[in-house]
């Protein structure tokens, strides 16, 4: 079992700059496929970014391509979403996910994903 607890979200201004941050806990963090998504109150749980359990191989959504970067770093069981040039669309409750990974790949679907964390509200302002 891994527990997930994303932090870093708040209010930004258009073209700002956020970075969240996601901290699992146990001890084998590396051979979990990391996730985000986000969501918005009627709207289905969306993918932004997903990272093979390596870190090697990466996937976004074509509508933040060029502006999030997803990392994670294994030594302290992190994975983090670089989020610039935010836009006022980009407003979202922004999640974390894990899965255990049996291929170098990462994962884009909400349904290839076993944990969560609670959620970081995001609010990007015009």
């Known amino acids: 079992q891994v527990q997930l607890v994303e932090s870093g979200g708040g209010l930004v201004q258009a073209g700002g700059s956020l970075r969240l941050s996601c901290a699992a806990s146990g001890r084998t963090f590396s051979s979990y496929a990391m996730g985000w998504f986000r969501q918005t109150p009627g709207k289905e749980r969306e993918i932004v970014a997903a990272?093979?359990?390596?870190?090697?191989?990466?996937y976004y959504a074509d509508s933040v391509k060029g502006r999030f970067t997803i990392s994670r770093d294994n030594t302290k069981n992190t994975v983090f979403l670089q989020m610039n040039s935010l836009k006022p669309e980009d407003t979202a409750v922004y999640y974390c996910?894990?899965?255990?990974?049996?291929?170098?790949?990462?994962?884009?679907?909400?349904?290839?994903?076993?944990?969560w964390g609670q959620g970081t509200q995001v609010t990007v302002s015009s």
């Open positions: 996910a894990a899965r255990v990974g049996y291929n170098n790949n990462p994962y884009a679907r909400v349904e290839d994903y076993e944990h």
């Open positions: 990272i093979s359990y390596s870190g090697g191989r990466t």
